[in-house]
């Protein structure tokens, strides 16, 4: 039964979007109602689906309430609107059990303008823009009640009073950005049994309150005056404004900043502190002041530098601007891990002194594990089960990141390898194939062009008598490389390259046979692995010295090269969510190109058959990258050696005193020194170097180049030319455009 009950017959507008079965069983509709100005629409579509974009405008006409049961997915119509618009003096309550998502540009989900709003929300609500997921902007009352999830940079904000509660049994992620934003509104009230990530702002004027009950929270808190915890209750961040944070649970924190905030602790609750090596000079937490009641416990959560440190420790717990009130009546926890523990510090400060017990005794007195090195092994494997689940590790990536941080800091080098072995980190030729293939192409610009020079001397150019040249030349280049599959079965992805450059030159002529010039070039190149976040940025620096020599019909032309490449590059694991692998290095390439041409004419076409010779060297540096499983890379030195032969053809077109210059060229290469790269890698969280060869994508050894050129004299001294290229083999191809200017003078 579809239920639509509207008209003079009732004094409120009801609107019940349920589908019910004669049983009484809730199932999903197939339709969306628009709502404007009460006139009713039905839109079908498929259960479930996403439906085009469309809006609710809720228009109090005359005043009315409304109820909306969501189970579609909806989007917002385009930028700057919304899901719910709703106006003033209207009422909404809302159940959305599906997905309701705003414009990425900008638009809030729900906007409220006034009167009675509840939102129901055990679905997701999703905005990406800056605007608020939730904005309330004019005077109203009601309840948020998630269960569901609150996405997005913004969540939740309100510019006018709002007389109500907002209740997280959820997730609202803002992540660094606001959840709840409360400074232009009345007093905040909130209860929070979920996860809050992202900042939280009460209003300056009035009482707010944040409840935590057996909730998490991190971020930043400002202007909310009352904080209570009860239950178990994860807190972390910095709050300001707060006038107490009260415990009556268990609270426990990694870190908890409480500006000028005082902490008191009820009877009986406790207060859980996480100690890691940073404990050692900064406190845990620090309050405006603090005081403990009767029967009020301390307990510890050491990582395994704190387990395994030997000697005696002093770490910092924390530190109140003023006494604490009732340190001498807190109990602390006890642990079968220390061999000793006490509260210590001065009046202002509440330190943890302690002696790590061996932790093969420990091990040994439980009586489950043998040694210590069967219990790493053991934990690794099971942390390595999780990494190596998505559905776990994605929820759980911080924690599982920290235990296998700890892990790995004491395990032995035999056990490490084998879990390098078992997460073992992508990788590619990119930062061998880049630097050699953008070098390449601009070595064989140059060449090809010296080669030209004469040709444009000798066959109809009106600007012989200039023996000076000026010119620049700006490309862009795209290239794709395929993916390959190792002998032994492994998968090395493909990645695309995005490049742009530019080269500025200049080049004399010394007699009728010898010219002889310099060249400046730079390149910025991006590279994007396949089905994988993986990237390489290169910031390239060449010069070239580059000359020819005549004698008859032919000529020899040479390009000598040098250049820096800045390499900037971060790799990701395959199997695992850790932190991603980063790393910042130079490395050095030397150049030479040789082009032996005869110039020959036919009818109005001058054709130049070419040998070429190409010889490259990449040299790269030892370096070391940070991140969960970092590597050390030993130098390494990747060189290139190719022959080729092709043709060069042109012909000419007067126009007036202008020039046309039509060019083709081909040619075909071998590299004789082609082979996949490699370089010697060490695991850089083992004690001892275990060196082992990672080997990534190979260039092939033959290769094509096929351009098309077209230029213009617009005088005897300006040229003008467009021209494109493709660069291919069977595992890769790259496709540019250039754009050159010339002045001769």
């Not at 197939?30 to 629409?41: D, H, V």
Request: charged share 20%; net charge negative.
């Amino acid at each position: 039964m579809i239920s639509l009950f509207h008209g003079s017959g009732f004094q409120k507008h009801s609107i019940h979007l349920l589908i019910k079965l004669c049983t009484g069983l809730l199932i999903q509709p197939s339709f969306a109602l628009t709502i404007i100005n009460n006139n009713y629409t039905i839109l079908n579509d498929q259960t479930g689906k996403e439906l085009e974009p469309f809006i609710f405008r809720l228009d109090p006409s005359p005043a009315g309430k409304y109820e909306v049961d969501n189970f579609a997915s909806l989007k917002a119509a385009g930028p700057g609107q919304s899901v719910f618009n709703v106006s003033a003096n209207t009422n909404l309550t809302l159940y959305n059990v599906k997905t309701l998502s705003a414009d990425l540009n900008a638009g809030s989900v729900i906007k409220a303008y006034g009167g009675t709003l509840i939102i129901n929300n055990y679905g997701d609500i999703q905005s990406a823009s800056s605007s608020f997921a939730i904005d309330i902007l004019g005077a109203s009352s009601g309840r948020i009640y998630n269960t569901g999830a609150i996405n997005g940079k913004n969540l939740i904000r309100s510019n006018a009073p709002f007389t109500g509660t907002i209740i997280n049994n959820g997730s609202l992620n803002a992540g660094a950005g606001t959840a709840i934003d409360f400074s232009s509104s009345s007093a905040l009230n909130l209860e929070n049994k979920g996860v809050i990530r992202g900042n939280i702002y009460g209003s300056p004027s009035l009482t707010d309150n944040f409840k935590l009950d057996s909730g998490v929270f991190n971020g930043v808190v400002n202007g909310v005056e009352q904080v209570t915890s009860s239950g178990q209750s994860n807190v972390s961040g910095t709050f300001t404004g707060t006038l107490q944070f009260r415990n009556s649970g268990e609270l426990s924190t990694d870190g908890l900043v409480l500006d000028g905030t005082d902490y008191i602790q009820e009877t009986n609750s406790s207060l859980v502190v996480s100690l890691t090596e940073a404990n050692l000079t900064q406190p845990v937490i620090e309050s405006g002041s603090a005081s403990f009641s009767s029967g009020s416990t301390l307990s510890l959560e050491p990582d395994f530098y704190v387990l395994t440190r030997e000697g005696i420790s002093n770490y910092k717990a924390l530190r109140s601007n003023t006494t604490i009130a009732g340190k001498d009546q807190l109990n602390i926890d006890s642990s079968l891990f220390f061999d000793s523990i006490s509260i210590t510090g001065n009046h202002q400060e509440i330190d943890i002194t302690l002696q790590a017990r061996d932790i093969d005794e420990v091990i040994a007195e439980s009586g489950l594990i043998d040694d210590s090195k069967e219990a790493y092994s053991e934990a690794l494997e099971n942390v390595i089960d999780v990494l190596e689940t998505p559905e776990i590790s994605l929820a759980t990536t911080s924690e599982v990141e920290s235990w296998f941080s700890a892990l790995t800091a004491v395990s032995d080098d035999e056990q490490l390898a084998k879990i390098a072995k078992e997460l073992k980190p992508s990788t590619n030729g990119s930062i061998a194939s880049l630097p050699m293939t953008m070098t390449r192409s601009i070595q064989q610009q140059l060449t090809q062009k010296a080669a030209s020079r004469f040709d444009s001397l000798n066959y109809g150019d009106t600007s012989e008598s200039a023996s000076k040249r000026l010119w620049g030349v700006t490309y862009h280049s795209t290239s794709h490389y395929k993916k390959q599959r190792k002998k032994n079965g492994t998968l090395i992805r493909g990645y695309d390259v995005t490049s742009d450059g530019l080269t500025l030159g200049y080049d004399q002529q010394w007699s009728n046979d010898l010219m002889a010039g310099v060249a400046f070039s730079y390149g910025n190149s991006k590279t994007k692995k396949n089905h994988s976040p993986d990237f390489l940025n290169l910031q390239s620096y060449l010069i070239s010295l580059y000359g020819q020599k005549r004698w008859s019909d032919w000529s020899l032309t040479a390009v000598l090269s040098s250049g820096l490449h800045k390499n900037t590059h971060q790799r990701f694991y395959e199997v695992a969510s850790l932190d991603s692998a980063k790393s910042k290095f130079d490395s050095r390439h030397h150049g030479l190109s040789l082009l032996l041409a005869k110039k020959l004419q036919y009818s109005d076409w001058f054709i130049s058959p070419h040998i070429s010779l190409n010889y490259q060297t990449l040299s790269t540096p030892n370096y070391t990258e940070t991140g969960s499983l970092n590597y050390h890379y030993a130098s390494n030195e990747y060189k290139l050696m190719e022959s080729g032969v092709g043709i060069l053809t042109e012909t000419f077109q007067k126009i007036g005193r202008h020039l046309l210059t039509w060019q083709f060229s081909g040619s075909v290469w071998h590299d004789f020194k082609a082979k996949a790269y490699e370089v010697k890698t060490a695991y850089a969280f083992t004690s001892k170097p275990s060196w082992f060869t990672s080997t990534g994508t190979s260039l092939n050894k033959n290769r094509y180049e096929i351009q098309a050129g077209l230029s213009y004299s617009m005088s005897e001294q300006a040229v003008i030319e467009l021209a494109f290229s493709r660069n291919g083999s069977e595992r890769w191809h790259s496709d540019s455009g250039y754009l050159r200017l010339e002045y001769n003078f």
